[in-house]
């Protein structure tokens, strides 16, 4: 199972907004809502922001939002704050009754 | 509170074996799909095996097939990994992960001569 495709890195400035793409398979993300996403800061263990595409746990703030398209889920951090800064990573449930992660996207707030 | 208390990582020789324990409280562990996810320090997060509520489903990534063992005693609240024939590239810090709600804090396993 060959892993969900992230970008390396994405930026933006406070205030602004930022969507970091996940792109999979009809084997995965394009056959289910059973996509995640988790932000994880240095040597820190990761967060669940979003679950089933686009809810989110309690706690997390409306400021992150997903959805999904075909083949490729989105995550928008909406008002971007210094403390976004982070690792994100999508994941989803596949088609073999397994889970593939995404390499990984650091967000940089300029 | 989510609260996941992983157990029983640390150093072994090729070859070698570990159990891994993850005790949950603050959610229904017994109704959740379990994960175990492993990170290699300064990379990604890879997937490594679940099991369904009522343990009648389990799977493993390749890499692990035939060598670890996923299983969970829902009277403890507790997940487990039998780690057997482990290699070096199966160090990693391990996390305990139920579907939908936040992860413990991992456990580091070294496996190393």
């Known amino acids: 199972q060959s892993a969900l495709t992230q970008p390396a890195s994405v930026s933006g400035s406070p205030g602004q907004s930022i969507t970091i793409s996940c792109t999979g398979t009809?084997?995965?993300?394009?056959?289910?809502?059973?996509v995640s996403w988790y932000q994880q800061h240095p040597g820190k263990a990761p967060r669940l922001i979003l679950y089933?595409?686009?809810i989110r746990p309690s706690g997390v703030s409306n400021r992150f939002s997903g959805s999904k398209s075909g083949n490729t889920a989105s995550l928008t951090v909406s008002g971007l704050q210094a403390e976004d800064e982070a690792d994100y990573y999508c994941?989803?449930?596949?088609?073999?009754?397994?889970?593939?992660f995404g390499g990984g996207t650091k967000l940089t707030v300029l | 509170e989510v609260q996941l208390v992983e157990s029983g990582g640390g150093l072994v020789q090729p070859g070698g074996s570990l159990r891994l324990s993850c005790e949950a409280s603050g959610f229904s562990f017994s109704t959740n799909w379990m994960h175990w996810v492993r990170q290699v320090p300064g990379k990604g997060l890879v997937w490594v095996s679940c099991?369904?509520?009522?343990?009648?489903?389990?799977s493993y990534a390749d890499s692990v097939k035939g060598r670890f063992t996923i299983s969970r005693d829902n009277a403890k609240n507790t997940l487990y990994l039998q780690m057997n024939s482990l290699r070096d590239d199966d160090t990693a810090v391990y996390y305990c992960?139920?579907?939908?709600?936040?992860w413990g804090q991992g456990i580091l396993v070294t496996v190393s001569s």
């Open positions: 089933n595409v686009s």
């Open positions: 099991i369904n509520p009522v343990g009648s489903i389990i």
């Open positions: 994941c989803s449930y596949t088609t073999s009754s397994t889970v593939v």
């Open positions: 009809s084997s995965d993300i394009g056959t289910y809502i059973y």
């Open positions: 992960a139920p579907a939908d709600h936040d």
